[in-house]
């Protein structure tokens, strides 16, 4: 059984991280915090300890790191004794962070693919891009090494696989659908890191469809979902990190994926872009400054853990499934449905945080019982759903379905 986390970045999704790792630390052992602003782990600290979720003897350290410097990262593995790695920090800092585990041999979990901080919207598959490339080295270190462990990508990629192997012989589609019907009360926020959530958006939008890769523009294709709780909401065909490894691992021609978007964002994102205020390259002001545009845009808008204490509303994301069963058409969609104002009362986050945070922890148990510690890299369609969905569910992130034998909860025992 590996034991000792090391958690590295201290963002709304480090802050979940930390907190489920506090309440299941009998199985994962010392927890220890790293950011390249020590004070933000700090801060991560004192929340576990104000709201008592750690639940067995154990530390509970926050740490200074640069995670580019792969030798820092390394010397910081070895110190705690982490068998596990947690990587929530931007996603910038995968290869370093992976490099160090390989070196190291400790288990690598991420909850996004690797992102190159000059390059916007590469062509598919991302993955093939940076991880993929490193599953040789994995397998001769034998480190397990679990890409995309959040919830887009990650459970949805459960999901998948769940339909696959339970509910259909054939699957002819899988529509990816994430809704946030929340509120914040602020006039313009992102519910994320700003300059993650707008690289997104700023350039092709990519889908997987009959069997090859279509780009279309942001906020082009657009569709009305009317899904359970959240009911009718309006969301738009998006390039997104699962399609890259669902095309791949599934024998599937049309996957897709779907975020919703109110007309404020759309408005305020298409402003930003077409004034140039959404690059990731440097320009230099009138009075001789070098600044990115991108980066101030950041600096001047609210800091998404701070929207928390405010939020109310619920998420709902899931997989519409289409395909064959006996012979017959079949469709299904297995989704979850979070309540932002739940998870601030459990962990001072909201729910986009909380969706996740809680499944990289998962991730970590189950690597810790050997249940998923596989020793080499993996995307999460390629491990058994159901334990994964299963221990979610005692986590906070229950899995309902909808089909034609109605809308009911999900066991996996």
Not at 243 to 258: A, C, Y
Not at 340 to 365: D, K, L
Request: glycine letters at 8%; hydrophobic letters at 45%.
């Amino acid at each position: 059984m590996k034991r000792n986390v090391l958690i590295i970045g201290a963002g709304g999704v480090a802050r979940v991280v930390a907190h489920k790792c506090a309440q299941n630390n009998a199985v994962l052992g010392d927890i220890h915090i790293a950011s390249r602003t020590v004070a933000k782990a700090r801060d991560i600290v004192a929340s576990v300890r104000e709201r008592s979720s750690l639940r067995a003897p154990g530390a509970l350290e926050p740490h200074a790191l640069d995670a580019l410097d792969i030798a820092a990262t390394s010397a910081l593995i070895r110190k705690v004794g982490a068998g596990i790695v947690i990587n929530v920090g931007a996603s910038f800092v995968n290869m370093s962070v992976l490099s160090a585990c390989i070196a190291t041999g400790a288990a690598y979990i991420d909850t996004a693919i690797h992102e190159d901080p000059l390059k916007i919207c590469e062509t598919p598959p991302w993955y093939g891009n940076y991880e993929w490339r490193r599953s040789a080295e994995c397998e001769q270190a034998s480190v397990t090494a679990v890409l995309g462990a959040g919830f887009d990508p990650g459970v949805v990629n459960a999901y998948a696989a769940l339909a696959r192997d339970e509910y259909f012989d054939r699957i002819d589609s899988i529509d990816i659908i994430d809704i946030n019907a929340g509120t914040h009360g602020r006039w313009f926020a992102t519910n994320f890191d700003p300059e993650i959530n707008f690289r997104e958006f700023t350039g092709r939008v990519w889908s997987w469809q009959g069997r090859q890769w279509v780009q279309n523009a942001m906020f082009e294709v657009g569709r009305v979902w009317d899904l359970p709780v959240v009911g009718k909401s309006q969301a738009y065909l998006t390039g997104h990190d699962e399609i890259h490894s669902l095309s791949k691992h599934l024998d599937v021609p049309n996957i897709r994926f779907w975020m919703g978007f109110g007309e404020r964002y759309i408005t305020v994102f298409t402003v930003l872009k077409n004034l140039g205020l959404l690059s990731e390259q440097p320009v230099t002001t009138a009075e001789g400054q070098t600044v990115v545009p991108l980066k101030v845009v950041k600096a001047v808008l609210p800091d998404p853990s701070s929207l928390a204490p405010d939020y109310t509303g619920k998420t709902c994301i899931g997989d519409l499934v289409k395909g064959e069963k006996g012979g017959e058409a079949r469709e299904v969609f297995i989704y979850n449905v979070s309540d932002h104002a739940a998870c601030y009362r459990e962990v001072g986050s909201q729910a986009i945080s909380y969706t996740a945070g809680v499944p990289a922890v998962a991730a970590a148990m189950l690597i810790a019982d050997g249940t998923w510690d596989v020793k080499r890299m993996a995307n999460v369609e390629e491990l058994p759903p159901r334990p994964f969905l299963g221990l979610l569910g005692e986590l906070g992130l229950p899995t309902r379905i909808r089909d034609e034998a109605g809308d009911r909860a999900l066991t996996f025992d």
